[in-house]
């Protein structure tokens, strides 16, 4: 308590309601088993069967949300951060859970190093000219 006379005020804001702390959504977890593979540019994809999130009284709102962002359009964890304005240790753990669910899956884009030259390609697009 910080003594200002104010009791547990400063854990509500008469705008936003109850304000809660990262830890509580996570319930006090910092990583997942999923974490080692979730940097910033890993892209989460929702799983097809993953139709009704929000009858599972399993998940948080905030692990709806995220396979709710990923439906439509694969999201990295970046941006899954920003858009749900939570910090990105909170998001992964989430995001581990929903992998650990089968919910969502994570995929990694393919480092430059591991695509094709271009002037492998060049080649190919020449040589498919001159057929």
Not at 15 to 33: E, F
Not at 53 to 65: C, G, I, K, Q, R
């Amino acid at each position: 308590m910080s003594g200002d006379g104010q009791g547990t005020s400063h854990w509500f804001d008469d705008d936003a309601g109850p304000v809660v702390r990262p830890y509580a959504m996570t319930r006090g977890r910092t990583t997942s088993p999923a974490q080692h593979r979730l940097d910033l540019i890993a892209v989460v994809v929702a799983e097809p069967h993953a139709d009704d999130t929000e009858a599972d009284h399993s998940l948080s709102p905030e692990h709806v949300d995220i396979v709710e962002l990923c439906r439509d359009t694969p999201q990295s964890v970046a941006e899954l951060a920003a858009e749900l304005d939570l910090p990105v240790g909170v998001v992964r753990v989430l995001i581990g859970d929903l992998v650990h669910e089968e919910m969502v899956h994570v995929t990694r884009p393919v480092p430059p190093a591991e695509l094709p030259d271009e002037s492998i390609l060049r080649d190919v697009i020449n040589g498919l000219r001159a057929l």
